[in-house]
């Protein structure tokens, strides 16, 4: 029976210890809106182009990630294109990062604690004689000062949005947040694409939390 109880403290320790060293699985919300009527035919072309000002369709980073959604398309069974003639609809692939700083006490909080006590003796002229006593005395103390350490969190977000052409209308939107210690988007844009996989075309009630498979 002890060595179940153990084992058990010891799952349990690890488990701590694994969520505390960044073990945990990393997650995104998948936020999808979906048109009513709209619909995309499979067989149809979707064009991919970039969804943000500044950002030309050579550029190095749109190419990789437009070649790692169009594989989520076509796994999807649709077709993809570079030919604006041909393509049925166009998707628009955003994507951004904000740093938040992160400042902590590498010692955490700490308190000192004193006690002491003590004792003495007096003369009273007035009644002619001695008279002793004694004291006790606590104190709380807060350290004041010292080195804060700083570390960052990124947030990033992609968006994709789908329109009909040439009517330019709304046919899908998904958006995906998640948070990691980098700046590079790279490492985890595969994952993110595919988690957004299963809400392409379809609509949720609101944010919904799914891991990332990054390998």
């Known amino acids: 029976m002890l ?15 694994c969520l505390a ?3 945990a699985k990393p997650t995104a919300t998948v936020d999808a809106l979906s048109a009513p009527s709209a619909s995309m035919p499979q067989n149809a072309g979707y064009l991919i182009l970039p969804g943000m000002d500044g950002i030309k369709a050579d550029d190095l980073y749109f190419v990789e990630y437009k070649n790692d959604l ?9 077709q993809v294109t570079d030919d604006a003639a041909k393509a049925a609809a166009v998707v628009r692939l955003s994507w951004g990062g904000r740093e938040t700083v992160l400042y902590t006490d590498p010692y955490g909080p700490s308190v000192g604690i004193g006690v002491g006590s003590g004792s003495g003796g007096y003369y009273d002229r007035d009644w002619d004689r001695w008279g002793g ?10 350290p004041v000062g010292g080195s804060a350490q700083a570390s960052s969190r990124w947030r990033h977000t992609v ?5 009909s ?8 939107k998904v958006t995906l947040n998640t948070e990691s210690g980098s ?9 993110l694409l595919q988690a957004a996989k299963p809400y392409i075309g379809k609509a949720t009630s609101g944010p919904v939390t799914v891991p990332l498979e990054i390998p």
């Open 159 to 163: 968006v994709l949005e789908a329109r």
């Open 133 to 142: 006593g004694s004291f006790f005395g606590l104190g709380v103390g807060f």
């Open 21 to 23: 060293a960044g073990c």
């Open 70 to 78: 169009a594989a989520v398309l076509r796994g999807m069974g649709y």
């Open 3 to 17: 060595s179940i109880a153990r084992t058990a403290r010891n799952i349990v320790l690890l488990a701590v210890l």
């Open 183 to 191: 700046d590079n988007l790279r490492g985890l844009m595969p994952a």
């Open 165 to 172: 052409l040439p009517q330019d209308v709304s046919l899908w």
